[in-house]
């Protein structure tokens, strides 16, 4: 099971910081990500972490303004998100799978959502 957390709205160039706490069978996850889905479009790759190389992979969109990172103690993934844009208005959801993968096909997981509206 997958909660995510920390949406919210922001103005043009603010940060916020999503989480997604794992719960369960996380003995079987080799990665997190993260994906968003802005009205009336698919839902696209953000960023993914893999569990046990720490490594990270970014979609190019947030690239420099967006870091993936695992607090291990909790089983939580992080997003931090700095110098929002109004282009990353969505809904962001965490998804956990087994293969760094830029597909959501590919997650066999998936958190409720979070929303983060960015206003100019």
């Known amino acids: 099971q997958l909660q995510a957390s920390g949406g919210g709205l922001v103005l043009a160039g603010d940060s916020l910081r999503l989480s997604c706490a794992a719960s369960?069978?996380?003995?079987?996850?080799?990665?997190m990500g993260w994906f968003h889905q802005a009205p009336g479009k698919e839902r696209e790759f953000v960023a993914a972490?893999?569990?046990?190389?720490?490594?990270?992979y970014y979609a190019d969109s947030v690239k420099g303004r967006f870091t993936i990172s695992r607090d291990n103690a909790k089983n939580t993934v992080s997003l931090q998100m700095n110098s929002l844009k109004p282009e990353d208005t969505a809904v962001y959801y965490c998804a956990a799978g087994n293969r760094m993968n830029s597909s959501p096909l590919k997650y066999d997981y998936w958190g409720q959502g979070t929303e983060v509206t960015v206003s100019s």
């Open positions: 972490f893999n569990w046990s190389g720490g490594i990270t």
């Open positions: 369960g069978r996380t003995f079987s996850i080799s990665v």
